[in-house]
């Protein structure tokens, strides 16, 4: 069965500073990565995603994440954070394509 | 094209009636998944259907719960006699047929309340 892990339940953060959310999966077979965004009362938004190709891969917003084969992980990086980066993430992995496993997610808190 | 839509949004309910929550995907996608959101949790998986197909209920509970998809209309979540553990926010994605390598899109989600 899949897991997904992600270790800091809170990252606090100061604006204009680097922040990195962790993300470790356990899987035997290959898989498909996500992260996802949730701001206050919505839905979950596609952050960005691995399916193969180039390892890093960017979002429109300045979020990157780096799949690590080897490490099981898909770490999601910004090098500046807004206040309005201030949100809950979700690190997701699919074998299927089709179902499923969320973490635990991690807020974000950017501080002004 | 408008987006994964869940109504309601917000519903409250006293212990041992029927939460019904409805979910309508996004045009084109025959693939819904429903989720449940505890506090301070992450989402967990419930069920998964294709237009009047059940594929995947490995993680609905056995009892109380129920899901459909039919051939017209929404999807429908159904909790019958809720209990106070049965509060949390439910969410339903849709993704678009056939799509294996999925990115699922995310409704806003029902808040249930159970009191």
């Known amino acids: 069965a899949q897991s997904v892990t992600q270790l800091d339940s809170q990252v606090p953060v100061f604006e204009e500073a680097p922040v990195e959310l962790r993300c470790n999966y356990s899987?035997?077979?290959?898989?498909?990565l996500f992260w996802y965004v949730q701001y206050p009362n919505q839905g979950l938004q596609l952050l960005l995603k691995?399916?193969?190709?180039?390892?890093l891969v960017k979002s429109i917003n300045g979020f990157e994440a780096e799949f690590n084969k080897s490490q099981t992980s898909f770490h999601l990086r910004k090098p500046s954070v807004h206040i309005s980066d201030t949100a809950e993430y979700f690190c997701?992995?699919?074998?299927?394509?089709?179902?499923?496993?969320f973490g635990t997610g991690t807020s974000l808190t950017v501080i002004p | 094209n408008a987006g994964v839509m869940q109504n309601p949004r917000h519903l409250v309910r006293r212990r041992g009636q029927e939460a019904r929550l409805r979910c309508s995907p996004m045009?084109?996608?025959?693939?819904v998944y429903w989720y449940r959101q505890l506090p301070e949790e992450g989402l967990k998986f419930m069920v998964y259907?294709?237009?009047?197909?059940?594929?995947?209920e490995s993680g609905m509970p056995k009892e109380r719960f129920s899901a459909e998809f039919p051939k017209e209309g929404p999807s429908i979540l159904r909790i019958q006699q809720v209990v106070r553990g049965d509060s949390a926010a439910y969410f339903c994605?849709?993704?678009?047929?056939?799509?294996?390598?999925?990115?699922?899109?995310f409704g806003p989600g029902t808040r249930l309340t159970v009191t």
């Open positions: 994605a849709s993704s678009p047929i056939g799509q294996g390598q999925g990115e699922q899109y």
């Open positions: 899987s035997s077979v290959s898989v498909y």
């Open positions: 045009k084109g996608h025959s693939h």
């Open positions: 997701a992995v699919s074998v299927t394509g089709n179902q499923f496993y």
């Open positions: 259907l294709q237009k009047e197909n059940i594929i995947d």
């Open positions: 691995y399916l193969s190709g180039s390892t």
